[in-house]
């Protein structure tokens, strides 16, 4: 089994609001990814977790928090993000950080107005 | 600095006509090549690994080889559910080790 699960699959917020997208996996994998993706270019890179610990930022804004509360589970807080933040939040795992493929989750389409 | 570029930008099939994409990158030192597909609005989808030269991986119409410089993708007789964007990325031995994606070939197969 190599599914990664998102939830939810779209979420509309206006700027004020706070809310978090969650991810999960059961492949024992030990690295979890945020990515964003805007239409018709490939994936960004936000955050990873390694091993249950942060470990690369991306140069991402404060408006965006990453949680990874244990091995299985990866939440993206979300608080007072602006309309150009409005993309497909992609989810991803690997069993380790080197030289393995990523798996990823369907996605969760965030709407910001 | 590591680059991937992928070509063509877009690619228009019959049904049944072969093709190849292609990813040329440059990185010091590959660990590891990776092929995905990607439906519009859905997340990627894991296809291949490639780690060396020489090094190639088939999946029903799908065949992926790797060079020193670049990586094929071949469809062999393509049909329309094949219809997607195909996004090649590579992992580097030095640095952070995160993958560096291309910008993907969106190919349409058409009956």
């Known amino acids: 089994d190599t599914e990664v699960t998102q939830t939810p699959k779209h979420l509309v917020m206006g700027m004020t609001n706070k809310k978090s997208l969650k991810c999960e996996q059961h492949?024992?994998?030990?690295?979890m990814y945020w990515y964003k993706q805007k239409a018709k270019k490939p994936p960004e890179l936000m955050f990873v977790?390694?091993?249950?610990?942060?470990?690369i930022n991306e140069s991402v804004p404060s408006r965006f928090s990453p949680e990874c509360p244990n091995s299985s589970l990866l939440n993206l807080h979300l608080h007072a993000l602006q309309p150009e933040d409005s993309a497909l939040y992609l989810c991803?795992?690997?069993?380790?950080?080197?030289?393995?493929?990523?798996?990823f989750g369907p996605g969760t389409r965030l709407t910001v107005t | 600095e590591d680059q991937v570029t992928q070509s063509p930008e877009a690619l228009r099939l019959q049904e049944g006509e072969s093709s190849s994409l292609n990813c040329s990158y440059t990185?010091?030192?590959?660990?590891?090549l990776f092929w995905y597909r990607q439906d519009p609005g859905k997340g990627p989808e894991f296809l291949f690994t490639?780690?060396?030269a020489g090094e190639e991986k088939e999946k029903e119409r799908l065949k992926a080889t790797l060079t020193k410089k670049e990586s094929f993708l071949h469809i062999t007789a393509p049909k329309p559910e094949d219809s997607a964007t195909y996004l090649c990325?590579?992992?580097?031995?030095?640095?952070?080790?995160?993958?560096?994606f291309g910008t993907g070939t969106r190919l349409t197969v058409i009956p």
């Open positions: 991803a795992s690997s069993p380790d950080r080197v030289g393995h493929e990523q798996y």
């Open positions: 490639l780690y060396s």
């Open positions: 977790y390694s091993y249950e610990k942060l470990s």
């Open positions: 990325a590579v992992q580097a031995r030095t640095g952070a080790n995160n993958l560096f």
């Open positions: 990185v010091s030192g590959l660990r590891g």
């Open positions: 492949m024992g994998h030990r690295a």
